[in-house]
């Protein structure tokens, strides 16, 4: 029991209900959450009660989900199969590779910096622009952006400038400050911080929660720090102020994950189905994620398996 008597299990079912009271969703992309975190590395489909019961551990209703994944499916985002009276999404092959390059960035070691330019060509440039804008690329003109990181398909027709540095190395980092306002995003990822820091702040945070509210817990954590990482430029490290909170971040996150997964994938285990039975408690692509994030968890900190 903690000092104040409640038990761990009860600190972690509060902590989570005041994460939530912060964290507003929108069904469909928590949805894409759901599918980036628990299905896809899985492969295959799910079955739509899956989603209606996970959806309801953080408050969205059955009937915004089949609203959303209505909306998902004309988006050409998901794919619907029947079997009997049971209805089944699946990712389009689209998003698959959508989302295994999100999945790299989310997971994965940091991208090696590739500088370039873009320039929009044709019509509907503005919209384009915003496309960048959304992935790290900072406006440089109506039609010119500057990035350090892959660009969306979604921007061609467009001219794309490799570039490295020939002279002038040594200003890269206030060019960086003129282009880019790193400002909101290390206030995103100090939000991030102080949102679930909490959680691992509790002992035994893998086994003080059960395993329903294990995955709540970790698609909340992912749905959130996702729109962080692929939203900020992901500059290089030399490059960024000497208080950039987006390395702390990123142990947080890979040392909750860790904490987490056990009985997160254990609920999965138990619980979810795809059309050709119970989605596996674990497969080669999470145990790869659990791998990828065992180097970067905070140090004296006590981690999942690995």
């Known amino acids: 029991m903690q000092a104040n008597g409640e038990s761990s299990a009860e600190q972690g079912s509060r902590i989570i209900r005041a994460i939530l009271d912060e964290t507003p969703l929108r069904a469909a992309s928590f949805i894409v959450t759901i599918y980036g975190d628990v299905v896809e590395p899985r492969g295959g489909a799910i079955w739509i009660g899956n989603l209606i019961e996970i959806c309801a551990g953080v408050g969205i209703s059955e009937t915004l989900v089949r609203t959303a994944v209505s909306r998902l499916v004309a988006a050409g985002q998901l794919a619907g199969e029947r079997e009997g009276r049971r209805s089944f999404y699946r990712l389009t092959d689209a998003a698959r590779a959508e989302f295994a390059a999100a999945a790299q960035v989310i997971f994965g070691p940091p991208e090696e910096a590739s500088w370039h330019f873009v320039q929009l060509m044709g019509s509907s440039a503005e919209e384009r622009m915003q496309v960048l804008e959304r992935s790290g690329h900072a406006r440089l ?166």
């Not at 990181?149 to 200003?171: K, N």
């Not at 990822?189 to 395993?211: E, H, K, M, Q, V």
């Not at 408690?281 to 970067?296: F, I, V």
């Open 141 to 306: 003109g109506p039609r010119l952006a500057v990035g350090v990181r892959p660009f969306p398909s979604a921007i061609m027709p467009a001219v794309v400038f490799r570039a490295e540095p020939a002279q002038g190395a040594s200003e890269l980092k206030a060019f960086a400050s003129s282009c880019w306002d790193l400002a909101p995003h290390a206030q995103a990822y100090r939000r991030f911080l102080a949102c679930f820091g909490r959680l691992a702040d509790l002992p035994d945070t893998a086994t003080a929660i059960a395993p329903a509210e294990c995955l709540s817990a970790r698609l909340l954590m992912v749905h959130q720090f996702r729109f962080v990482t692929l939203r900020e430029p992901r500059l290089p490290a030399e490059i960024l102020p000497a208080d950039w909170p987006g390395d702390e971040a990123r142990r947080l996150f890979a040392r909750l994950y860790r904490s987490l997964s056990p009985q997160a994938d254990l609920h999965v285990g138990r619980n979810c189905v795809t059309l050709t039975g119970p989605l596996p408690k674990a497969t080669g692509a999470t145990e790869h994620r659990l791998q990828m994030l065992s180097g970067e968890a905070a140090p004296g900190k006590a981690d999942g398996p690995g």
